[in-house]
């Protein structure tokens, strides 16, 4: 019967596995030990380091697999090796399987400079077969190693088709699959003996990684609409409609390369390393065909939405990338870029229902955002102090700028609320759009009161790492979401 552990379905028959000890356990180690591709990591890590080098991975792929896994062998160090997520059915039958006294082998196509790494890592494996710079223990050539080396037969432990040579040699197999279809291509040459698949549903793991809970941001590109008078304008509401899922769409492409940029400091977060590609749930060949597909959709929209929706979400992509692989190192400098790109939503809006904006609208956003971008980053100084660190991993903050950051995320704060108050005094009550104006007076007390609010559960490290995230789920904060809706549509409706 299954069981479930660590997010993993495992369903084993421990009477076959307890009737020889002698019969070694062998374990691949790419999606199997680990859950991750060890090449895959490798490449991406060197790539960082270099990026020039792009251009000359086709040469290095022409001179054959063996050698090119050996260029990068080097590239992950033993901290790097020590922080790849594993797959925690597999270390939970290994080392079972090695206190009984069964002997646990690694057999990799990885090279071996990285399987020593592993076998560092994982005290139970007593021996190493890898590939090196003649050839790649592969298929084939795995199944016919293992064969030779173990006459008298080995379990073998695998996750995907090119395991299928060796099962087809292995007197017993253990299977490792995302999917139903592998198992039944197994079975009929080879008894399986174990069955581990994660327990999470896949589309899940997809949302997450495309953060479409921060899609609600996006509903910043139908505030010009509704500001401008559009409100009744179905050609203004369809450009918009467009405009909202280029943006969640290249938004969530640039998640998605952000955490494959950030995958080793993801991994030494105490809340990032759950994140789909740093904890292996989504492995990186499918994070980047994820990515692409949300580029060339997002793309596709954008061309439906005109010329002015393609440059305005082409600046938005420049600063995206710009801050992901340099300015969000930058103290000061990354909040208000991340301020910017939050503002960028609302140029979208503007230029795609061609409502033309006063200039406190972006301003105000500027402000907030500013706020609730303070808001993270404090709320991670915090925690880097709770766990003991000195300076947030992949940030440019340490301990001692916690005070700062409160400071300046309060100003932001009332900076905002000042705006609005001006905004109200200065052009509300002068424009025929709002009929009963006196209600617009709640905006700024909401305001207050939500910033307010966030950052007193920030002071007291009641938030988590996201305020956006938060307050999608905060009945509060929604409260002050839904009185705000109430107050502005009761100002615009006539009596």
């Keep these: 019967m299954p069981v479930q552990c660590h997010g993993f379905y495992i369903s ?32 991406l890590q060197h790539l960082k380091n ?29 901290e790097d090796i020590d922080a790849l997520p594993a797959t925690p059915g597999i270390i939970a ?62 379990i073998y432990a695998g996750d995907s088709e090119a395991d299928l040579h060796v099962w087809r040699s292995a007197r017993a197999a253990v299977i490792v699959e995302r999917g139903k279809r592998l198992r039944s291509k197994v079975q009929p040459d080879t008894p399986v003996v174990a069955h581990i698949r994660p327990s999470g549903q896949r589309a899940n793991v997809l949302r997450r990684a495309a953060r479409l809970h921060q899609w609600a941001k996006n509903a910043l590109v139908f505030v010009p609409l509704v500001l401008g008078g559009q409100i009744f304008s179905a050609h203004a509401w369809g450009a918009a409609i467009l ?10 492409g640039t998640y998605i390369a952000n955490d494959m940029w950030d995958l080793a400091e993801d991994r030494r977060h105490w809340s990032k390393k759950k994140r789909p590609l740093a904890s292996g749930q989504l492995p990186l060949d499918d994070g980047l065909f994820l990515l692409m597909v949300c580029g060339l959709a997002a793309l596709l929209f954008a061309v439906a939405d ?27 400098v990354d909040v208000l870029l991340l301020a910017g790109m939050f503002t960028m939503r609302l140029v979208l809006g503007q230029v795609v229902t061609g409502v033309a904006l006063a200039p406190w609208l972006l301003v105000f956003s500027m402000f907030i955002f500013l706020s609730l971008s303070l808001v993270k980053r404090h ?38 609320v000042a705006i609005m108050v001006l905004y109200l005094i200065d052009e509300a009550f002068q424009a025929s759009f709002y009929r ?8 700024p007390m909401i305001i207050f009161l939500f910033l307010g609010r966030i950052w007193l559960l920030c002071q007291r490290q009641e938030l988590q790492d996201d305020p956006v995230a938060f307050a999608l789920k905060d009945r509060v904060s929604l409260f002050y979401g839904a009185t705000a809706i109430a107050l502005f549509l009761a100002a615009i409706v006539p009596v």
Excluded: C
């Excluded at 080098?53 to 080097?74: I, S, Y």
């Excluded at 039958?93 to 400079?113: P, Y």
């Excluded at 010329?307 to 969000?328: E, N």
């Design 243 to 252: 405009a909202f899922m280029a943006m969640g769409l290249l938004a969530s």
């Design 93 to 154: 039958l290994a080392e079972r399987e090695a206190a009984k006294g069964r002997k646990i082998v690694l057999a990799t196509a990885a090279n071996r400079a990285i399987a020593e790494k592993i076998s560092a890592r994982f005290p139970f494996i007593s021996e190493v077969l890898a590939s090196d710079d003649r050839g790649n223990l592969k298929g084939a050539a795995k199944a016919a190693a293992l064969t030779s080396r173990y006459p008298d037969g080995f």
């Design 379 to 416: 709320t991670e100084v915090m925690r880097m102090v709770q766990h003991g660190h000195q300076k947030v991993l992949g940030r440019g903050y340490l301990a001692v700028d916690a005070p700062l950051i409160l400071a300046l995320g309060v100003a932001s704060s009332m900076g905002a």
């Design 12 to 43: 084993m028959q421990e009477a076959y596995l307890d009737q020889d000890i002698s019969i070694p356990l062998v374990l691949d180690l790419d999606g199997t030990l680990i859950a991750t591709d060890s090449l895959h990591e490798s490449l």
């Design 436 to 443: 009963h104006p006196a209600l617009l007076w709640g905006f």
């Design 50 to 78: 270099t990026p020039s080098d792009l251009v000359r991975l086709p040469l290095w792929v022409m001179a054959g697999r063996a050698q090119f896994k050996q260029r990068f062998a080097e590239v992950l160090t033993q």
């Design 306 to 332: 005109g010329v002015g929706a393609i440059v305005t979400l082409a600046i938005y992509l420049v600063m995206s990338l710009a801050y992901s692989y340099k300015f969000k190192r930058e103290p000061i």
